[in-house]
């Protein structure tokens, strides 16, 4: 059995859950406040970081790309032509890079500050930086995805997928990061058709359906976050 | 032929060097200041970070872990014993965490600020962020190296190398982010022995000889940078 402590609104968590769901794994999903920094969390994962996998009694997996690996190692090859990495050194090189976009540079300028401004703080306390967002970082993180989505429209216009000619972790990667964003109606998706096409694919995956199901209670999702013909 | 765009003061490029070292890759080292942003550079890595390299008229590989693995699949199956990625799944987990712990939260909290402040600085213009030293973020590097210190010095109490039995990845990317440090005088050495001891077994291979010969003109290193027995 494999149990995955993460969080709902955090697009490296979300990219683990969709990697689960895409190679078909059974996995008992654990919520966890990073911010609590729980002493048992931090016995498993000394850096205080989500997503971590365990699997029956072996040690704790930790971060995405290492969890991505891992499931990778231990389950693609039973995948055939729905493996998310590809076979060739080039392209595999090209997916990772893609995946540590996504999850290190998108995140880092966009939905992070998005998530922590109007998620996070909701229900960290005041004292120890809780409160309202702060308008400041709302908009440099809205000047940023810009940017970002003409990254991503150049890729899907260059190629089918994100790295190339199959659905790829890239894909996946990707996706969860909008994802975030889009429950919090903060995609810009007029801006560029070959983005909202391809994010309409990835959306409309079996894998994808417990994502749309995520919701917060003081923040109901924007009106297109379930929609596949949004 | 391979060619590898580089900084001297960066963990994660000196962390490709010393993989390059151990693999026996002869390779051209460019070195190239990424602040400056060079439109030729940013067209082979739109993130514009370093390390990047290119195999030919091959595709640039761009970020350290990419090349890690990017090398350890096309070199690491010829190097037997000497491979840098162990065989089981849960080992290579355990590897890629602590790759990613020294070249993310190691270089982070530490490196990053030390190598800014002291050398970066020194080059990037005063109207871009140059100047002196801020001694607020010296002081909070040097807070924080202490604790990296002791969880290294764990490490290396309870295991032969920082990962398990074998040398690996994770020595290397330890090494690397420490050496930036070191060169300015910088790791209270004295803290812990364990982790003063394995550093002088990492010291010593010949793959580390060209990082003990890196100089930067207006600074020059800690009495015990090249010392063997420091």
């Known amino acids: 059995m494999i149990k995955v402590f993460h969080h709902p609104f955090s697009t490296s968590c979300r990219f683990v859950r969709l990697i689960c769901g895409e190679y078909g ?11 609590e920094r729980r002493r048992d969390f931090l016995l498993m994962n000394p850096a205080g970081t989500l997503p971590v996998l365990v699997e029956n009694d072996g040690p704790p997996i930790c971060g995405a790309t290492v969890i991505m690996e891992y499931l990778d190692e ?13 076979g060739h ?4 090189a090209e997916v990772r890079r893609l995946v540590d976009w996504f999850l290190g540079k998108f995140d880092g300028e966009v939905v992070g500050y998005l998530v922590h401004e109007k998620i996070f703080k909701l229900e960290i306390p005041r004292g120890q930086g809780g409160g309202e967002p702060d308008s400041a970082v709302l908009r440099a993180a809205r000047a940023n ?8 429209g150049w890729l899907t216009a260059t190629r089918d997928w994100l790295a190339g000619q199959r659905l790829s972790f890239a894909d996946l ?29 990835v959306k409309s995956r079996p894998s994808f359906r417990p994502i749309l199901a995520d919701r917060i209670l003081a923040i109901p999702p924007a009106a297109t976050y379930v929609d596949l013909d949004f």
Chains 1, 2 share one sequence.
Request: negative net charge.
């Open 89 to 92: 050194a080039e392209t595999r």
């Open 74 to 86: 231990t389950r693609g090859y039973t995948m055939g032509d729905r493996r998310l990495m590809p």
């Open 25 to 35: 794994v059974p996995v008992e999903f654990v919520v966890e406040k990073p911010w």
């Open 173 to 201: 990667a990707a996706a969860a990061a909008l994802s975030c964003v889009d429950y919090l109606g903060e995609v810009p998706w007029d801006d560029d058709e070959t983005t909202k096409a391809w994010y309409g694919l």
């Open 145 to 152: 995805i810009r940017h970002h989505l003409k990254y991503i």
